[in-house]
């Protein structure tokens, strides 16, 4: 499975952006990660493509969103109010392996895209 991401870029705080992660074939939950300058990766957000509630960090909870588009292989994260501390690069994974739920835990994902840029600027 090939994940294309795009969308990044750069946005002033307070607004908003959109991401979008198309996939080349079918798997069993995508998730959003990202990886600020001289930080470690960290987990944003993720669903599965069966439906169900997605799954957030507690730092984007009620600002971000992530849905899909099941026909087009695409799943999505609108990003509002965005903070200064939302810079980042973004990356989208997909795990094949069917779970129970959806998980926050990078090496449970088995495919990964290239990440793409966020900028937040005051």
């Known amino acids: 499975v090939q994940l294309q991401a795009s969308g990044g870029g750069s946005v002033q705080a307070g607004g908003s952006l959109s991401l979008s992660c198309a996939a080349s074939?079918?798997?069993?939950?995508m998730g959003w990660f990202r990886q600020a300058p001289g930080k470690e990766r960290e987990f944003v957000a993720a669903l599965k493509w069966s439906g169900g509630s997605p799954y957030y960090a507690d730092s984007v909870k009620g600002r971000f969103f992530i849905s899909s588009d099941n026909a087009k292989n695409t799943v999505y994260l609108q990003m509002n109010s965005l903070k200064l501390e939302d810079t980042a690069v973004y990356y989208c994974?997909?795990?094949?392996?069917?779970?129970?739920?959806?998980?926050?835990?990078?090496?449970?994902?088995?495919?990964w895209g290239r990440g793409t840029l966020v900028t937040v600027s005051s």
């Open positions: 994974a997909a795990d094949d392996r069917q779970r129970i739920g959806v998980s926050s835990l990078e090496s449970l994902y088995n495919y």
């Open positions: 074939g079918r798997t069993f939950s």
